[in-house]
């Protein structure tokens, strides 16, 4: 009795309960086909789209979508022998289905319990439905299920034109490629409205293991399964039999065999491909965790100028090409002379004394046979790999030549980077990161790579000189051999460029000729602490970044004995420029989405950064950054200024106006050459621009010759880049500050105020208010009365010997100069006016003399 009331019950539950089930069943698929209608037309899906870069006028610059690059293209614009082979090899019975063919269905599984591969049980609209809808790597009874129900109801909400056309813009085959387009211009470097009959074979087998059927990789096994489906359509009625021979045989005569398959990011499409990968970490940093830049659809507003940029990577290729070459030609110089003359002793030495390890043969052995491999035997390996199939022999071989080919390129090949900003707002208009951006050259050396900037560096405490009002442009320092004391207690004895001393000097003047000593003066006098702390403000470094920057206490950093990166160099001469006030390098203005709506605007969150700071933005005084930029334009202006070469005397930024008139666009900025030649720097800024360029090897040591310094190797390329984006500008020059700043003419030699004993030698300069001269100059007006007191006795002399002696030094170090004495004619010079006069003839002289790019002062 008690079993009768209990099925009862359950009965009586189950009749309650199953209407409900099926109710809540029929609901949801209810619910799934009204959200179909509502949004799943094709033309609204939110199909995953590529982000755009566009440059400061709206120009595009690439598109990102990496692991998924997809580019919409309608039905009617492909052939229609590439819709063929779709249907040829996926589902031969595509317009006659509903959706699903329980013939592939029950083929599927009797294959399944045979466990063979009797081809696959999913039409088209169910592999483009479990696309959408499911996760296709799932492997389960359910999940088939649920992408039959999603085929049916797409095949009664679309047509099957429509579904072929959704198949053919979503589905991946490989390469990171999404879509026949972005795949046509992945694997045949052309759009899909060109596709062959045999392109069209090669990228359908990429639907069922774009790995295993890769031409690049393993092109026999790809041109196997071409063959197949081409023999198919052929059966079928879409090709005929030479149709199908010919497009084949084509397609193989002109394979490029040379191509290395990569990533779609790689093979992309991009006029700037180092500042591109620069702006993608940027909004990977910006975006992590938020929204995907590869799928996202976003449009990128970037501070790139597409004019400098490609101004810059043509110079840039031009100036790494020859560096190369001249290097190599100064090599290969050495090597000769080496190989002719001590390889001989070296072999006779080895004999006599029995010593093997001087014997070099075995080492010449190993250079000429590395040569051979990769000319001769290399390329012939790539042919039999692919005549027989063996490709990881090609793979092997590639591999190990490209890790020993990259840590040699690192020794032996000279690199380069350059980066320019605009002044005022801190844009990044143009950045090229090295000699050519690839899978294999990624790193991104204007922003990432830690450099000693040598003499460059000089500028960024000499501002600390001038603003402790300890120093003043017009200070004399004297070029000497001296001896500085460590805080140690041990000894420092530098050394100036070509082993040259110039006694007393004034601080213009040893900035302009790059003069160690007097530098290292200034550094003392001022203290390392003040120096460091103005250099680091400059260059935007915090406290805890100094040890590993090796912003030390020591007298090498006075030398540029440091490291910094290129975009922080010009970040600090882009605030002398900016009349003092922060400069904040910018590559991303704002993000939008796909519906145009503003996401991200990194701009104006620096801007309010800026303004929070007040006061604090302001690094230098505009007093300091005006004389600094002053005594930083003698680089380019004076004859002997270490970018007076690259610039050609400031004449590279000459230009004519619309009336005709001629006009030159001021210029200011330093050069840098690293012990031993390994590094060499030239930055600049004009009222506009600030850009640096460096010049040098990855590898740590290794040495450019004396010929390739900074005067010589980036000063020109910082010119010729200079001149090209200041074509076209108006005339402007560098903001004068109204108060606090002083401009004197004073004697060039003492620095005091100018007497008529001075004569020509005079210089005008910018003093702080407070720190202009207020002597007159002492050297020059006693060196007056001692002329005139001894003159009347000189020339008696003259007069009264019978020798007429054209050249007289009395006891005082006078010199008196009458070769040219005619009576009413005479001039009177001290030593070091010849001397200077002579030195500057000389000078003009050599520079006539040298070929281009010769070495320089620096």
């Not at 009768?4 to 539950?13: A, D, G, M, Y």
């Not at 302009?512 to 000593?517: K, L, P």
Request: net charge neutral; hydrophobic share 35%; glycine share 8%.
């Amino acid at each position: 009795m008690q079993k009768t009331k209990t099925k009862i019950v359950l009965l009586c539950s189950a009749a309650v309960l199953f209407p409900v089930l099926l109710g809540i069943l029929l609901g949801t698929l209810l619910g799934m086909t009204v959200n179909i209608k509502n949004n799943e037309h094709f033309t609204e899906f939110a199909n995953a789209l590529p982000t755009k870069l566009l440059d400061i006028n709206g120009e595009l610059i690439t598109e990102f979508a990496s692991d998924e690059k997809r580019e919409i293209i309608t039905l009617a614009e492909l052939p229609q022998h590439l819709i063929d082979a779709l249907i040829t090899r996926e589902d031969n019975v595509f317009f006659k289905h509903a959706g699903f063919s329980i013939k592939a269905i029950t083929r599927a599984v009797i294959g399944q319990l045979m466990r063979r591969s009797l081809g696959g049980g999913s039409t088209l609209t169910q592999q483009i439905a479990g696309t959408l809808y499911l996760d296709r790597t799932e492997i389960s009874v359910t999940r088939k299920i649920k992408e039959l129900w999603w085929a049916i109801q797409m095949e009664r909400r679309y047509s099957k034109q429509e579904i072929l056309e959704l198949y053919l813009n979503k589905v991946y085959l490989g390469g990171g490629t999404y879509g026949v387009n972005a795949a046509s211009k992945y694997y045949f470097g052309h759009s899909a409205r060109e596709i062959t009959p045999a392109e069209a074979a090669i990228l359908v087998i990429q639907l069922s293991n774009p790995g295993h059927y890769n031409p690049f990789e393993y092109p026999n096994r790809a041109m196997e399964r071409q063959s197949y489906v081409l023999n198919e359509m052929t059966r079928a009625g879409f090709l005929t039999k030479e149709e199908a021979d010919q497009s084949f045989d084509d397609f193989w005569l002109h394979f490029d065999y040379t191509r290395i398959s990569s990533s779609a990011y790689f093979m992309r499409e991009d006029k700037a491909p180092w500042f591109s990968e620069f702006v993608r970490k940027e909004l990977e940093k910006m975006m992590y965790g938020k929204m995907d830049v590869y799928t996202g659809g976003y449009t990128v507003h970037t501070t790139m100028n597409m004019k400098h940029q490609l101004a810059a990577q043509n110079i840039m290729q031009r100036y790494i090409t020859w560096a190369n070459k001249s290097y190599n030609e100064t090599k290969n110089v050495r090597k000769s002379s080496a190989s002719s003359t001590y390889i001989p002793m070296t072999e006779l030495l080895a004999l006599v004394f029995d010593i093997p390890q001087l014997k070099i043969s075995e080492q010449r052995n190993e250079v000429i046979t590395m040569s051979a491999f990769k000319n001769t035997v290399n390329p012939t390996l790539d042919v039999l790999s692919l005549m027989f199939g063996i490709e990881q022999l090609k793979i092997d071989v590639v591999n190990r030549a490209t890790a020993q080919t990259s840590e040699t390129r690192k020794k032996n090949k000279i690199e380069g980077t350059m980066i320019a900003l605009e002044n005022a707002t801190g844009y990044i208009t143009a950045m090229v990161g090295g000699s050519e951006y690839g899978q294999d050259n990624q790193f991104i050396r204007a922003v990432q790579a830690k450099l000693q900037p040598g003499s460059s560096f000089k500028p960024l405490y000499y501002t600390a000189a001038i603003d402790s009002k300890k120093f003043t442009p017009t200070s004399v320092i004297y070029d000497v051999p001296t001896i500085f004391r460590k805080e140690d207690g041990s000894l420092y004895i530098p050394q100036n460029n070509k082993g040259e001393w110039y006694g007393s000097v004034q601080l213009w003047y040893a900035l302009t000729r790059s003069m160690n000593v007097p530098s290292l003066i200034i550094l003392r006098d001022i203290g390392f602490d003040a120096a460091i702390n103005q250099a680091a403000a400059l260059l935007g470094l915090k406290q805890e970044e100094f040890a590993e920057r090796k912003l030390e206490r020591v007298y090498p950093i006075g030398l540029g004995v440091c490291s910094v990166k290129p975009v922080e160099m010009a970040r600090a001469f882009a605030i002398f420029a900016n009349q003092g006030k922060e400069v904040v390098p910018l590559a991303v203005r704002s993000v939008e989405d796909r519906n145009g709506k503003v996401i991200l605007n990194p701009e104006r969150e620096i801007r309010l950064a800026q303004q929070e700071k007040g006061e604090a933005s302001q690094i230098i005084s505009p007093q300091t950054a005006y004389i600094m930029t002053d005594l930083l334009t003698n680089t380019i202006t004076h004859p002997k200024g270490t970018l007076a070469y690259g610039s050609d005397s400031g004449k590279k930024l000459r230009y004519i106006d619309e009336n005709g008139k001629r006009y030159t666009i001021p210029a200011a900025g330093k050069t840098g050459t690293t012990q031993n030649w390994s590094d060499a720097w030239a930055i600049g800024f004009t009222p506009y621009y600030t850009a640096a360029f460096w010049f040098g090897f990855d590898a740590k040591g290794e040495s450019m010759g004396v010929y390739l310094n900074g005067s010589s190797l980036p000063g020109p390329a910082w010119g010729d880049f200079m001149g090209a984006v200041h074509e076209g500008l108006p005339y402007k020059p560098f903001v004068k500050p109204s108060t606090g700043i002083v401009e004197a003419t004073v004697c060039s030699v003492s620095g005091g105020i100018l007497s008529t004993a001075c004569g020509n030698n005079r210089t005008t300069k910018y003093f702080l208010a407070g720190t202009e001269p207020i002597g007159i100059c002492e050297q020059h007006t006693n060196r007056e009365r001692e002329v005139f007191l001894g003159a009347e006795r000189l020339f008696s002399e003259y007069y009264m010997s019978g020798t007429r002696q054209t050249k007289i030094t009395d006891n005082t170090g006078l010199k008196l100069d009458l070769s040219f004495l005619n009576g009413e004619e005479y001039s009177m010079q001290s030593e070091k006016d010849i001397a200077d006069k002579q030195q500057s003839a000389e000078f003009e002289k050599e520079r006539q003399r040298l070929p281009d790019h010769n070495e320089l002062f620096d």
